[in-house]
């Protein structure tokens, strides 16, 4: 399984952006998709999660009311709609088939995509 990431910018913040995350040879509905980042010296962290029917978990406390993740499955594409940036939302951004890190640790991580929220 591979999953490709996308939509990464520079932005200021107060912006927005919508990443996406696209399947590479096998189609995503049959998995639950997870959006991850990692920010500059930190660790991994999971912070949105969608069902294969298309409900989304509770997103983490820090992009709860601004990130949502969505799914096309006819287009094989997951979402992640970002609102009223913040600087600490700049990282690198991934997806897995999976919610948690913990089971994605089989997962063989792509390149992810890079948003910079700064002024």
């Given at each position: 399984?591979q999953?490709?990431e996308s939509g990464g910018d520079?932005v200021q913040?107060?912006?927005?952006l919508r990443?996406?995350?696209?399947?590479?040879?096998f189609t995503l509905?049959?998995?639950?998709?997870?959006?991850f980042?990692?920010a500059?010296?930190k660790?991994?962290e999971?912070?949105a999660?969608?069902s294969t029917?298309g409900?989304?978990?509770?997103y983490?406390?820090s992009v709860k009311?601004?990130?949502?993740i969505?799914?096309?499955?006819?287009?094989?594409?997951v979402y992640?709609?970002?609102?009223?940036l913040?600087?600490?939302?700049?990282?690198?951004?991934?997806?897995?088939?999976a919610?948690?890190?913990?089971?994605?640790?089989?997962?063989?991580w792509?390149?992810g995509?890079?948003?910079?929220?700064?002024s």
């Amino acid at each position: 399984l591979q999953l490709v990431e996308s939509g990464g910018d520079s932005v200021q913040p107060g912006g927005s952006l919508r990443l996406s995350c696209a399947a590479s040879g096998f189609t995503l509905d049959a998995y639950p998709i997870g959006w991850f980042r990692q920010a500059p010296g930190k660790g991994r962290e999971a912070i949105a999660c969608i069902s294969t029917g298309g409900l989304s978990a509770p997103y983490a406390d820090s992009v709860k009311g601004r990130f949502t993740i969505s799914r096309d499955n006819a287009k094989n594409t997951v979402y992640l709609q970002m609102n009223n940036l913040k600087p600490e939302d700049t990282g690198l951004y991934y997806c897995a088939p999976a919610c948690t890190i913990v089971a994605a640790l089989d997962y063989e991580w792509g390149q992810g995509t890079q948003v910079t929220v700064s002024s």
